[in-house]
């Protein structure tokens, strides 16, 4: 409930005049403002905002996917120091990424890739792959070994047991880290503003921050933004809910 | 360790530095250009992070719940 009451009155105070928002802070509007709605689309860059986002999240999401499931499927084949590369990649997670604010910078201008989305492709990648290394060996470890074995004695190399074999067996645990990969860089905040400059290469959470002026803050414009934010989410929230639920309660199962 | 946005959002430090947190601290250090000295809080950050999970590890050693 506490989260869902701080969203409510957003979209409620969205349909609000800055004043009344103010004066009276928790009652419906008194008229149902469309102007917010009408100054929020018709922000500049709002589209390639959007545009922006989309990209950076389907890419991180392709690219951390791809390298997870493979370093899972590396880390099944037992080997001497299993245990400790897993163990390495795993305290990943506890790291604050915020301390790599500098690191982060300082790469991307010597990479070239300062203003472009692909400085936020590579750090969002970074950093969503240790969990997904968790999730992915985790499920892993549910398909048995027998299988992989009768592929080689059928003929199959290393890789194409990895590509005709474990994928398609694991595609309910992709899917899970999937959900999560693809809302970390929507909401991603601080590493946005960091390494964009231009109105090209803005995502959505920055240029929300843009209708803070100096001296005007225009909060119902801004919740109207927000409210268009959020549309996209929760339509894609009510398309893969089932997929969500099911990858975490069949890791509960497990343990 | 990792909340940035919710302190930077709200207060921006709080009137004065009542309300100024580590990453918060550090981002206005950057903003600054005074980035050496954000590198170094940020390398405090990760060492305490260290510590913090080496102490949960030797703390839940062959216990119920413990990290594998």
Redesign the interface.
Do not use: C, R
């Given at each position: 409930m506490s989260t869902l009451m701080p969203l409510i009155w957003v979209i409620l105070s969205s349909f609000k005049t800055n004043q009344e928002i103010f004066t009276s802070t928790f009652s419906l509007p008194r008229e149902w403002q469309i102007q917010n709605y009408i100054n929020a689309i018709r922000l500049d860059g709002l589209f390639e905002a959007f545009r922006n986002t989309i990209a950076v999240s389907v890419i991180c999401t392709f690219i951390t996917t791809l390298v997870a499931s493979m370093a899972s499927y590396a880390l099944m084949q037992k080997f001497k120091l299993t245990k400790k590369i897993y163990y390495f990649l795993i305290a990943g997670i506890y790291v604050p990424i915020n301390a790599f604010m500098v690191p982060y910078f300082i790469l991307s201008i010597v990479t070239k890739t300062y203003n472009t989305i692909w400085a936020l492709i590579m750090v969002y990648s970074a950093i969503n792959l240790p969990m997904a290394v968790l999730i992915l060996k985790a499920y892993m470890d549910t398909i048995p070994k027998e299988i992989c074995e009768s592929a080689v004695v059928d003929g199959c190399s290393f890789s194409k047991t990895f590509f005709k074999i474990i994928l398609p067996l694991s595609l309910p645990g992709m899917s899970t880290i999937g959900v999560f990969q693809f809302i970390m860089p929507w909401n991603e905040f601080l590493f946005a503003t960091i390494l964009t400059q231009d109105k090209a290469s803005r995502t959505l959470q920055v240029s929300i921050r843009f209708f803070m002026g100096t001296f005007v803050v225009d909060y119902a414009s801004m919740f109207a933004t927000m409210v268009v934010c959020l549309v996209p989410t929760i339509f894609a929230y009510i398309l893969f809910q089932e997929q969500v639920i099911s990858g975490l309660t069949s890791g509960a199962l497990k343990a | 360790?990792?909340t940035?946005?919710l302190p930077f959002v709200m207060t921006n430090g709080g009137p004065g530095t009542t309300t100024q947190i580590?990453?918060l601290l550090?981002?206005k250090k950057?903003l600054n250009n005074e980035?050496s000295l954000?590198?170094a809080?940020?390398?405090t950050?990760?060492t305490i992070?260290i510590i913090?999970?080496l102490l949960v590890k030797t703390l839940t050693k062959n216990k119920e719940g413990s990290l594998e």
């Open positions: - | 360790m990792k940035f946005e580590l990453p550090m981002y950057f980035s954000a590198n809080i940020g390398f950050m990760v992070g913090a999970i």
